[in-house]
């Protein structure tokens, strides 16, 4: 999973928005004659209809990461669709002045909308209210800037709901089981998305009395540290049901070790929603029966929103004139019953 997006708390209540509904357009339920109000079917809302162009700068951090890497090409694939959009795409960095140079540099070019992933959203949040007080609306992806004034619109991941999803997901497995234990494969401990996710499975598993957390190990979101740990806490933990691991990438470490110790006595939850996971999933060969989604399809989202923007219109489906200030997305649980539905947005 991204190893250093973040959310901030005063987002965690916002109302989880389907990316779907972006694109959606108008409905086929007619309004009645007496209906009125903002809540028309013929309101202006995005669509797939070429319309009037828009250029889109894009800026994000280097793609170290499979996640980060799906979201410039869920970006770049989402432009391509679309007849009256131009992306100014940046080259990605983790250095911070070098991004805030990258966006300046757009800002300059007049772009019409600005879509930002910061490689810290502190340290640009002075470079996105330039923006938007030069007339660029910004749409801040994932890793919120410091200032609700330096963005027009939010969209990112539910780290504390992944979390919940899988503490869930792995009480309702053992719900029946007596004396039920759990282990949990963290990611880096220095950063705030590891302590809601770790906050979100805690609280999820107090749902669950007959099942207790044993133990608990941080990683490093990559896969030599994923199966460093993992040999670790299969060495100390000889007897456990389920392991939630925080991080697909991570994961493939985390099989490696449960493979090489000839564990299969637990079932084993991902999370971020790795093509390597979900076929593992589907293949139904070993330990790992699910992952929780933080959707990299949400760059595909940002461009449709910040096209929206650019053309005026608001999202088809939703009775407001114009896109929300911040939306959420959802931490669904894949498993082998829904994967072929999901197969398609895996990242490698």
Known sequence: MP???????????????????????CTSNEPKESDDGPARNDQAVADGKPGKEVTIGFAGPQADHGWLNAINDNAKRRAEKYQDVTLELTEGSNDTAAQIGQVETLINKKVDVLVVLPADGKALTQVGLKAMKAGIPVVNLDRVFASAQAYRCWIGGDNYGMGLSAGHYIGEQLKDKENARVVELAGLDNLELTKQRTKGFDDALKNYPNVKKVARQAAEFTVESGQAKMSQLLQAQKDFDALWNHDDDQGV???????????DDFLMVGGAGALSAFQEIKADRGVLKATVLYPPTMAASAIDLARALGQGKGIGGMAEFEIPASITLYSAVVDKDNVDQYMSTGFK
């Open 3 to 25: 190893p250093i997006t973040s959310r901030r708390g005063l987002l965690m209540g916002a109302a989880a928005v389907s990316a779907g509904a972006v694109l959606t357009g």
């Open 253 to 263: 470490g985390a099989l490696r070790a449960v493979k090489q110790a000839g564990r």
